[in-house]
């Protein structure tokens, strides 16, 4: 008979994940202030051929960091050397991030090229490329 070995995934060994996962993306030495602002809404003026787009935007702290050069160089060109990984508790996040997804950290705007739900849907890892 087939048993799972009680691992991670108990809620346990999850709350602890949780907490210690929170720990590093918030720790104030190292964490960054930023603000992810996702689209939610279109609205088309067809008469004056204008879109409206409305944003839904959470402020948080996360992990904001450069790709290493072996990541830019096996992404088969979706990277830059430029690009920065961003980590944030998914729980901080009310719409979940996309490509159409955009962050600021201090005085910089970034769009996102990929966004990923990574460990056990604890947090987003997002990949930003700085815009203008």
Do not use: H
């Amino acid at each position: 008979m087939n048993q799972v070995s009680p691992g991670l995934l108990q809620p346990v060994g999850l709350e602890a994940l949780r907490a210690r996962l929170v720990s590093v993306v918030k720790d104030p030495t190292t964490a960054t202030a930023v603000s992810i602002s996702t689209p939610t809404a279109f609205t088309a003026d067809r008469a004056a051929g204008t879109w409206t787009t409305t944003d839904t935007t959470d402020n948080t702290t996360g992990l904001l960091r450069g790709l290493t050069a072996a990541e830019v160089a096996s992404s088969a060109g979706l990277y830059s050397v430029d690009d920065q990984r961003l980590r944030v508790m998914a729980a901080d996040v009310t719409i979940p991030p996309t490509t159409d997804t955009r962050f600021t950290a201090g005085s910089v705007s970034y769009a996102v090229v990929r966004a990923e739900l990574g460990t056990l849907g604890l947090q987003w890892v997002l990949i930003g490329r700085a815009v203008s």
